[in-house]
């Protein structure tokens, strides 16, 4: 079985990367393909074993590197220009346009779905809101995203199996392109992450400093909690405006390191999480240090925490939701062994096993077929 593994794209380490490290620990003769591939030496290693990628011709156009995105418009027609055809098993990671790579009736197209291109549906109007377009240019803008959808929707088809990260993702397949999808949680490494029973006096939340990860509204939220410290990891875009208005109760403490972002988690007395996720790692890792979650109840969190048992959901983004769900934390009692049997569920192993099953089953049952 010849094997081609096609991704949106490489640039960073995130958690649609860590789905691809366990993709290669499965199977470790994929040819790789990609729109562009900016990775250092170090991620490289450890996403893909060190392979090259196959890249498109947005590689190599200027400023690419620096900001691949603004291709949005050619993403279609660069994906579509990938010759997979000498390939018996097409494995797409997709949350863009990877799942558009054009394949033949001989082949097995498998679509492991983060999620549908959200800057083209569920956060197309925050998308051009946050953007801050002009009158022209936001109505290109709106233009080349309405084309988008059309095409993303047409090459749909082109899959034959999807695989959803979450069942709030498979909600969404269902609801855009109007496919089935099987379920297979995200690998998350808790093997990786100590249990520790003694919790510190201080709450904790990491992310990326974008609008949507909702940092500012947990800050803003703390801000009128000056007796309940909080820390807050990440960097990003909006970390600037963040830090200025943060009170004494609040410390930022900028981009950490695995090893401290792992102190961080399991000494906290609890994770607080604002953000509608499709699934969610860090929710999942703060667990397997068994510190309970307080977190936006939709999106993946919503299968991964089980309410007052490992965590809160609190129903609004609001500050007044975040503050009523903090003061409703503080009443109950949390078992830190219980928090991180939960996490469990959720293993690298456990996603390996069974992603290498369910694609030896469905490739099985498709040669059985030709």
């Known amino acids: 079985m010849k094997k081609a593994l096609i991704h ?8 649609a990367e860590k789905v691809l490290h366990s993709f290669n620990s ?7 393909y990609a729109l562009v591939d900016f990775l250092n030496d170090s991620d490289r290693d450890y996403i893909l074993n060190g392979a090259k990628v196959n890249t498109s011709f947005i590689q190599k156009l200027p400023t690419a590197k620096s900001n691949h995105r603004k291709f949005l ?6 994906i579509e220009q990938f010759d997979l055809n000498e390939y018996d098993l097409v494995l797409s990671s997709s949350a863009s346009v990877a799942k558009g790579v054009m394949t033949n009736q001989n082949q097995l197209h498998i679509c492991y779905c983060h999620s549908p291109m959200r800057y083209a549906w569920d956060l197309y109007h925050q998308y051009l809101e946050e953007s801050n377009f002009g009158f022209l240019s936001g109505m290109y803008a709106k233009r080349v995203l309405h084309k988008i959808r059309m095409w993303d929707v047409i090459n749909s088809n082109r899959v034959d199996v999807f695989i ?5 993702i498979k909600g969404r397949i269902k609801k855009i392109y109007n496919r089935d999808a099987k379920v297979i949680y995200p690998p998350v490494d808790v093997l990786n992450f100590k249990l520790v029973e003694q919790k510190d006096e201080y709450y904790f939340t990491a992310s990326r400093m974008v609008p949507y990860k909702k940092i500012e509204l947990i800050v803003r939220a703390f801000n009128h909690m000056p007796n309940k410290k ?19 109760n609040v410390e930022l403490v900028g981009f950490l ?16 999480f604002a ?6 790692i860090i929710p999942v890792e703060a ?18 925490v089980i309410e007052n048992e490992t965590g809160l959901l609190f129903k609004h983004q609001t500050e007044e939701s975040i503050i009523e769900a903090v003061k409703a934390f503080e009443k109950l009692d949390f078992n830190p062994v219980a928090i991180r049997q939960n996490a469990m569920r959720f293993s690298t192993e456990r996603f390996e096993e069974e992603m290498k099953n369910f694609v030896n089953e469905q490739y099985t049952r498709f040669k059985s077929k030709l």
């Open 8 to 15: 949106d794209w490489y640039y960073v380490n995130g958690g």
């Open 26 to 32: 499965i199977w470790t003769d994929f040819e790789h």
């Open 73 to 78: 418009q050619l993403f279609p027609y660069a």
């Open 164 to 168: 959803a990260n979450s069942n709030y």
């Open 230 to 248: 909080l820390i807050v990891a990440g960097d990003g875009p909006d970390y600037k405006k963040i830090k200025s208005l943060s009170k004494s």
């Open 257 to 272: 390191e695995t090893d401290d972002l792992k102190q961080y988690l399991s000494k906290a007395k609890a994770f607080v």
């Open 275 to 280: 953000a509608e996720e499709d699934f969610g």
């Open 287 to 304: 667990q397997a240090c068994g510190t309970p979650v307080i977190a936006y109840n939709k999106g993946g969190l919503r299968e991964t």
